[in-house]
């Protein structure tokens, strides 16, 4: 017993635990919207060496949420005792008038509108904090050529987005460098919202890890049109990487709704730093199609219409309580 005590002591001397790293965290105000400032906090178990950044961003809708909370701190310091440099930040939330002036009557071209200017609105904010990121990469000790997006529900929605504006060459993506691209993105139940049926990248885009439940009543897990522009979720996004013969992973579960918006982060960390190693870091280049399906579980409907998506979003309340009018 004496043996194994020393012998455990010395693997602790000589090998610190990661989990004992400290990590520090420092804010930072990347831009300003109007009055309003946008910040990022910054979270490192190592300021002064140079290591690939984790860029975060919450879900909630496009009307709620934060980068601080106290829920996703655990995750932040996981990824930075591994070696990161994890990143959360602030973005507009273009949906919350629909909350805090709910009895405003509103067409359902008008929600559509508001839901393209608050998607537009998330992925500028998130590639103006790259922008700050990239220019400040030295004082910050952040490699710019390893920085990778990691997103929930909205905030997926915000990391695919900004990617398909770096790659269809949006003036949103201007910010940054002309060569510069991510060297990763991770969407967990995100989409790609843009005008047509179909989806067509004029640029190969950067490794992409999707993640998704085929029983999702908040994001589609497909492809959703509202009236000329649709929302492509993971498997649609999925095909058309696979038609331009670009690869990417896919972990698709089925049976399962939206807490693929944060299940990965949780229960499937093996997962996201495998990707982050390999293809991040790594650049393997390799397609991986993981589709998850348990006999045990009771199957359930997994085709759903418009009206599903929105009350499922804003917290139960009907068409009628929001005043969307879809005739």
Known sequence: ????????????????????????RKTYTFTHRGDT???????????EQVQPCLVYVFGGAFIAGSRDSEGLLEVYEYFAR????????DYRLGLRPLIEEPTVKRSVFD??????????????????ATAYLVANAPQLAINPEKIVTMG?????????????????????????PADFNYAGVISMAGAIME????????RTPCPMLL???????NVPYGRQSLFGVSLFGSEAISKSLKKAGVSHWFYDVCKRGHSLSWRPMYEQRDLIESFLTREA?????????????????????TNFGLMTYIKSNFGGRTSSELEIVVD
């Open 1 to 24: 017993m004496r043996r194994l005590s020393l012998l455990l002591f010395a693997l602790l001397t000589l090998f610190p635990s990661v989990c004992g790293q400290k990590v520090e």
């Open 37 to 47: 400032p946008l910040q990022l906090d910054l979270y490192t178990t190592s300021p």
């Open 82 to 89: 591994r070696g990161w440099k994890v990143v959360a930040i």
């Open 111 to 128: 929600f559509r509108s508001m839901l393209m200017s608050a998607v537009d609105m998330a992925a500028e904010d998130l590639l103006e």
């Open 152 to 176: 929930s529900s909205a905030g997926g929605i915000a990391v695919c987005q900004a990617e398909w504006a770096i790659c269809s060459g949006d003036v949103a993506a201007a910010v940054l």
């Open 195 to 202: 005008r047509g049926r179909r989806l067509r990248w004029e």
């Open 211 to 217: 993640c998704h439940g085929n029983a999702d009543r």
């Open 281 to 301: 870091l790594g650049c393997e280049g390799k397609s991986v199609h993981l589709r998850v399906d348990n006999p045990a579980l009771p199957n359930v409907r």
